[in-house]
């Protein structure tokens, strides 16, 4: 009996140890995986890194040592006409801000890796979209550790960088203006909700002050920037490089990976050599040989499941990939895994941070899992729907007069879908929109520029 606990303890350990270094690998998305491999061939002298080349005539499919289990597979070498410029715009901007981390603060490694997930998680008008929290969990260091890292940040090129928001943007012009009114500083940083249609004679009141002097505050306040000036990032999208191509060939649908999924790591063969002429090396040739073949089976594990995840949702949400959006069902994780034999939480790793494109789009992963929700006709919309009808009356409201949430509520009331004030709230805020007075404010300062 002691003998089969002790076999099953050693069985559970090496499983855990090779499920580990699967589920690092599966949850990476491919530039992500890139940074993996490239980071391992420097600590691992067995292992050549060939960088894949960037040229719109590269076939973008998985490594050719994986052997597909479907038919399509040997179909899918096709040339994508993706945008390689575009992530070489991306990275270097990226690398433009990287280029500013200074060298002469005595920054740990930590801390220069914590400054670089901060840029990495700016959003197009260089806006910080992560909260403070979750790095500092992530890290595992102070939350005051991250805001001293945040406010170095802010010192980068251009001016505003890392900001939480307009708000936080329209106050630090003003501290970097020293011929800045003092009252607009004021009305931004109390009265910012009512920017779209501030009352004069209410300011002048609360502040003391004459009215010429509260509308000279206005007029200053509209004249200032909304966003950092300088190349920024031109849509969010460039962050949203594709994984995988889903392509309609003769009706069928064809999955293929970009370039930066065909990694493959080699063996430096002249390091090998050197190696075996050393017999006192053989112990720690054989040590990084383990951790090559390792990286290796981890590799096509990897794209063997992520493959026949999107094959199986290619399945399931077949009228999406036809037909557009609005044809999404609400699909959950487990019904995937009884259809697969996969665990959700590796479902779960296999979808985390990747994109696929389709005719009409790049959308995450996830977006495939949408949830169910009833209306008043006892049918199901799912949360994907509900988002794009919520987005839908925003867009087409009146500029001057947004549309409140319980005003949204009640047009999808008159579509036939029951929705909570507090539900379409939490939709409009996950689509980054900002609520009705601040879009006012928007337009109007966007009027007046």
């Known amino acids: 009996m002691k003998m089969g606990i002790n076999l099953t303890n050693k069985m559970l350990t090496k499983l855990t140890v090779d499920q580990i270094q699967s589920l690092d690998l599966l949850q990476l998305s491919s530039l992500e995986l890139k940074d993996f491999l490239y980071e391992k061939s420097l600590s691992n002298p067995l292992i050549a890194f060939p960088e894949p080349a960037q040229d719109t005539n590269q076939q973008k499919n998985i490594p050719p040592t994986l052997n597909m289990p479907s038919s399509a597979y040997k179909n899918s070498i096709n040339d994508h006409h993706f945008n390689f410029e575009q992530i070489n715009i991306y990275e270097q901007r990226l690398n433009n801000l990287y280029e500013q981390i200074p060298l002469n603060q005595k920054l740990t490694t930590v801390d220069i890796k914590i400054l670089k997930y901060l840029i990495d998680n700016l959003d197009e008008n260089y806006f910080l979209d992560i909260d403070l929290d979750v ?63 501030p009352s004069l004679t209410n300011l002048s009141k609360k502040y003391s002050a004459p009215k010429s002097e509260i509308e000279y505050a206005l007029k200053y306040i509209k004249k200032l920037a909304l966003k950092p000036q300088g190349t920024g990032f031109a849509k969010k999208l460039e962050h949203q490089i594709p994984d995988i191509f889903i392509e309609t060939i003769h009706n069928e649908l064809i999955i293929t990976f970009n370039s930066f999924s065909k990694l493959n790591i080699e063996m430096d063969n002249e390091y090998i050599k050197l190696l075996k002429e050393h017999t006192e090396a053989k112990e720690y040739y054989q040590e990084y040989m383990k951790e090559f073949k390792s990286l290796m089976a981890g590799i096509e594990r990897r794209n063997v499941t992520i493959y026949k995840i999107m094959e199986a949702l290619i399945d399931l949400q077949k009228d999406f990939f036809h037909h557009g959006e609005n044809y999404l069902k609400p699909l959950k994780l487990s019904e995937l895994s009884d259809i697969l034999g996969f665990h959700e939480s590796t479902i779960s790793r296999a979808i985390k941070h990747k994109y696929f494109q389709v005719h009409f789009g790049v959308f995450p992963l996830k977006k495939l899992f949408p949830k169910p929700i009833p209306n008043i006709t006892k049918r199901s919309n799912s949360v994907v729907l509900l988002k794009m009808k919520i987005q839908e009356a925003i867009e087409n409201e009146p500029k001057n007069s947004p549309y409140s949430d319980q005003k949204i509520v009640d047009i999808l009331k008159n579509e036939g879908i029951k929705i909570s004030r507090r539900t379409v709230t939490k939709y409009r805020e996950e689509l980054n929109i900002l609520n009705s007075n601040k879009r006012q404010i928007q337009a109007l300062l966007m009027s007046n520029q």
Do not use: R
């Open 135 to 197: 790095i500092s969990n992530k890290f595992n260091v102070t939350k005051q550790k991250v805001h001293h890292l945040l406010n170095i940040l802010k010192t980068f090129e251009p001016l505003g960088i890392g900001c939480k928001n307009i708000q936080e943007f329209l106050l630090l012009q003003m501290e970097n203006d020293s011929n800045a009114p003092f009252l607009a500083k004021n009305i931004v940083e109390n009265d910012f909700e009512i920017l779209s249609d």
